[in-house]
């Protein structure tokens, strides 16, 4: 018998671990990891037409306007081979969001399996997000106390790690939250 296609989405503030999460989660049932702001910040990096249209956004805190990250979504979605399940790890985040996902579930015929929220005090997310450096490939998170070692590379997949810009401003990390 085939298993099902799993359709999860894990939500939280940002520094609240979803990230972490998802990909472990992800890696144990055999499901893609979506995140929409790794999306976002490939098409930065590698200077797309949509990456220069949203880098403001990300700078600020502000989210970006949903046209452009249901869009961006549906397409992603969309190009996973029918078998494969995923989970969306900051998406949706308006109510907007939401309604356009349900659509797309229903037009797939497919349906959500679980929604895991991930509930952190406020100040310790501050803190974490001030301390957090990530790789810029494979996005695993470090603390700020990454040994000597690998102090500029990943552990994992020895992409470089860099400080988000949007994680290196105690006012855009208030406007986030
Ligand atoms: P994240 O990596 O989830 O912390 O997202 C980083 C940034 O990407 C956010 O602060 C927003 O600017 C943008 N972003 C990510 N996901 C969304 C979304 N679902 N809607 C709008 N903007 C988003």
């Known amino acids: 018998m ?3 296609r799993l359709q999860l989405i894990v939500m ?3 520094g609240s671990g979803k990230g972490t999460q998802s990909v472990a ?4 049932i055999g499901a893609m990891h979506i995140s929409t702001g790794d999306l976002f ?3 930065e990096r590698s200077a797309t037409p949509l990456g220069d249209q949203i880098q ?3 700078k600020k805190g502000d989210l970006v306007p949903d046209d452009i990250t249901i869009a961006m979504l549906k397409d992603k ?4 081979p029918d078998s494969v399940g995923y989970i969306l790890d900051g998406f949706p985040r308006t109510l907007n969001q939401a309604i356009s996902f ?8 497919a349906r959500l399996n679980l929604v895991i929220c991930i509930d952190v005090p406020e100040k310790q997310l501050e803190n974490r997000l001030l301390g957090r450096i990530v790789c810029m490939e494979c996005s695993l998170v470090y603390g700020s106390h990454v040994d000597d070692e690998y102090s500029e590379y990943c552990k994992s997949c020895e992409g470089k790690l860099h400080k988000r810009v949007d994680d290196s401003d105690k006012e855009v990390i208030g ?3």
């Open 2 to 4: 085939m298993a099902e």
């Open 12 to 14: 939280g503030p940002p």
């Open 25 to 28: 989660l992800a890696t144990d």
């Open 41 to 43: 910040r490939y098409h």
């Open 56 to 58: 403001g956004f990300i």
């Open 77 to 80: 979605i969309e190009s996973l």
């Open 102 to 109: 349900d659509k797309m579930l229903i037009a797939g015929n």
């Open 175 to 177: 406007h986030r939250l």
